[in-house]
């Protein structure tokens, strides 16, 4: 009787709050339930505004080693670490104190040349002699570099960069290059690169310097060694329990490479900055291989995923759901992280009877072992859910068999395919990248690759309810990577030919409108903007407004320049990054038959960015709106704060963070968010940074989260990447990276 009482009551207490949650509830409050008409997707609602949450603002996850526990500090320290010094976090070493420059006609002589007169025995500190110069402090990160452009891979790395520590800018020379950066002549010249490392115990650690210079030494505690171009960990170093000190000593013949211009653009590698260098503190012998634990603050649980994807996880009661590796989409229980069910999705689904007969005999057994494959993997990766994270070997073990099971994933969609239509593990990064949509009935999921887009809808405990493949004829240099949206009980998706509605209940097809994307041919992550016409819901794409019944009611739309998709408050289009220039702008788009498209106000790259308007690169990151004020922050991490009533500019700053703009790897991914009342920032890595709301710059808090992962495109340190953005339920804060997924909260 007791035992039966008590089901009753925990059935009673379950059924309460699945009575309290609903959709008037603000989104991120844990009573928020999604609906038809509030459904949840891309964003939370497309805003990125979850006010409703209640997120911590402390977490992290790093090295059990001695490497999160060095301190580093540029000025000359007077006893234990204190407010000068820093954390050593993601091994990269900022805080230095430079001297320079000095005159180096020939490096491999003036290598040993003593320019400051006893270099082994330096405690320098802030406006202190150097030879005939003097020491000022510089911390390296992005907003301290010369040059941004990431094509030439300029910012693939920390660079302590002495040609905008030393340097005097030149005006752009030629009008017709605007992408030009040049500094006045810095060729064969030598400067010093000074810091102070503390470390509590002794410790044997490798030091990275990375360099593309003729002749770079380092002296550890008064020991010299040269270090050889490219280094990487060969340089194994020894540290005291207290203070060390390092010093660098770089001399260049061309500090930077000659500019020409090439149309728009600047060829590969002209005018690269080469006097530089990056310094890295690694655990010994992990660039090989780190067998060593983590420690986590504030960690929930961690979910490993199969492979890079980009999906943004949402949240429907109690349930999560997210994509994950080429086509798989999982739903999760958000509490403990278990999976409750996993779907591969395949053409299998979209094919009718007829289909599937005629190709049985080849894909029934592959169907047969890719079942067999999932049961087994999620079973797996459920037993191996922690606060922590997985060590080396049980990581091994899981991705042994994920590497199994993607080759057989990889010959399904072969095997289901037709000269190439249906091959949907195809595209950059993942062809899973889309966030999935709920209406709190079903959830809605597209899988896009080069051989097209599979668009399913499953009810909440996993029943595929109906499916439908569209064939892609046309291709782009960066492949499709937009999510649907769920309106009105249609679910509407673009693809690079047309923007197409469905019947979110059936599956059938309502119209579809044509979808030229002109502007941004390279990549395709267009998603339709739900606007006013005539009193009456509207979707805005890049090239046209389109009725809800699919009727072009106008040509136009905003120019853009990224994979960032505006927003639209108060009537207003708010377009972040103009393609033929980078100026922000505010647009009244229709709003009746007899209105046309108009730029009411915007601001210019020189007003948003400096005298260094060139270096302003596209946005991959959303923008927000939050009490008048847009946030938005570009890849290189440059953020601009809008008043958008006043129409000016409130501040901008270069996010200090550890973001990396490689070939593969962008450095300001994730769209800004507004969760309760501070707004979230994320880099690559990981690092987030916590704004307060308003006119100042106000830091609430920095994060880290430390992964050395083997997956392909990890940032320096062998950095697992993080793209997608941020979901906030409650208490809670979902992260989604190349590898894991994150659960966050306060214990």
């Known amino acids: 009787m007791k035992i039966a009482a008590g089901l009753s009551a925990v059935c009673l207490i379950m059924a309460g709050t699945s009575l309290l949650a609903d959709d008037k509830a603000p989104l991120g409050s844990p009573d928020f339930y999604p609906s038809p008409e509030h459904p949840v997707g891309w964003r939370g609602d497309g805003s990125g505004r979850f006010p409703g949450a209640t997120p911590p603002t402390k977490w992290s996850r790093r090295l059990a080693d001695i490497t999160s526990e060095i301190r580093v500090q540029a000025v000359k320290p007077k006893g234990k670490p204190g407010s000068h010094s820093h954390v050593l976090e993601y091994f990269t070493v900022k805080d230095w104190l430079l001297a320079g420059p000095f005159p180096a006609p020939d490096p491999e002589k003036d290598i040993d040349n003593d320019f400051l007169g006893g270099e082994a025995e330096i405690q320098p500190d802030t406006g202190a002699k150097a030879g005939d110069k003097q020491w000022k402090a510089h911390r390296a990160y992005e907003g301290s570099q010369a040059y941004h452009r990431y094509n030439e891979s300029t910012c693939t790395e920390t660079w302590v960069d002495f040609v905008y520590a030393l340097g005097t800018l030149v005006p752009i020379q ?28 002794p410790a044997d650690v490798d030091l990275d310097i990375l360099h593309e210079l003729p002749a770079v030494k380092i002296w550890v505690n008064g020991a010299p060694q040269r270090v050889a171009k490219g280094n990487r960990g060969d340089v194994k170093i020894h540290l005291k329990e207290g203070w060390n000190r390092l010093l660098v000593k770089a001399i260049c013949d061309q500090a930077q490479k000659p500019y020409a211009c090439a149309g728009n653009f600047p060829k590969d590698e002209l005018g690269k900055i080469t006097w530089r260098f990056a310094a890295y503190i690694r655990p010994a012998g992990s660039r090989q291989n780190y067998s060593g634990g983590y420690e986590t603050k504030n960690i929930a649980w961690m979910l490993k995923l199969p492979a890079r994807n ?78 922590q994270g997985l060590d080396a070997s049980r990581q091994a073990v899981i991705d042994q068999k994920l590497g199994e099971r993607k080759k057989l994933i990889k010959s ?10 249906g091959r949907l593990y195809l595209n950059e990064i993942s062809a899973g990248n889309a966030t999935p949509t709920s209406d709190g009935k079903q959830v809605y999921w597209v899988v896009q690759g080069r051989g097209g887009y599979l668009t399913s809808a499953f009810d909440l405990k996993g029943k595929l309810i109906w499916s439908n493949f569209e064939y892609q004829k046309t291709q782009c240099e960066h492949d499709t990577h937009g999510s649907p949206l769920l309106f ?11 923007l197409i509605a469905r019947d979110a209940a059936t599956g059938k097809e309502l119209w579809r409108t044509p979808n030229t994307i002109t502007e941004n041919w390279n990549l395709q992550v267009d998603r339709p903007i739900v606007v006013q016409f005539n009193n009456r819901p509207a979707l805005q794409t890049p090239e046209y407004l389109v009725s809800m019944n699919g009727e072009v009611l106008a040509k136009g739309g905003y120019c853009g320049y990224g994979c960032y998709i505006p927003i639209m408050e108060d009537g207003v289009l708010y377009n972040p990054c103009n393609r ?38 596209f946005s991959v990151a959303s923008p927000l709106f939050a009490d008048g004020l847009i946030y938005q922050v570009d890849l290189i991490g440059n953020l601009a ?4 009533k006043e129409k000016k500019l409130v501040y901008h700053r270069m996010m200090d963070g550890y973001n990396v703009n490689g070939s593969g790897t962008f450095g300001y991914c994730a769209s800004p968010t507004l969760a309760g009342k501070n707004i979230y920032l994320m880099d690559c890595t990981g690092y987030v940074t916590i704004l307060k709301p308003g006119s100042d710059f106000a830091v609430a808090g920095n994060n880290v989260l430390q992964n050395i992962t083997s997956l392909p495109a990890s940032a320096p340190g062998k950095q697992e990447v993080f793209y997608a953005t941020m979901y906030f339920d409650g208490k809670r804060m979902f992260l989604h990276g190349d590898e894991y997924l994150y659960c966050i909260e306060a214990k």
């Open 174 to 201: 030629d009008p017709n290059c605007p992408h030009s950066v040049r500094y006045a002549n810095l060729d064969h010249l030598a400067a010093y690169a000074h810091t102070y490392l503390y470390a509590p115990r």
């Open 310 to 387: 980009a999906s943004q996880p949402i949240v429907a009661g109690d349930k999560l759901f997210v994509g994950g590796g080429d086509s798989d989409l999982f739903c999760l229980d958000k509490h403990s992280g278990k999976i409750l069910w996993l779907h591969t999705g395949t053409c299998w689904d979209a094919m009718t009877a007829e289909a599937r007969a005629a190709v049985k005999d080849q894909t029934g057994p592959l169907l047969e072992e890719l079942d067999k494959a999932n049961t087994e993997l999620v079973s797996l990766l459920n037993a191996n859910i922690t606060p």
């Open 412 to 421: 399904l969609h072969v095997a289901l395919s037709t000269r190439g239509r």
């Open 488 to 498: 009105e009980g249609k679910l509407l998706l673009s693809t690079l030919e047309n």
């Open 580 to 617: 033929w220039g980078h100026e922000f702008q505010a647009i009244a788009i229709p709003g009746r038959d007899d209105e046309k498209y108009k730029v009411i106000w915007n601001l210019d790259e020189k007003t948003l960015y400096g005298p260094l308007v060139h270096e302003k690169w």
């Open 641 to 644: 704060v809008i008043d958008t």
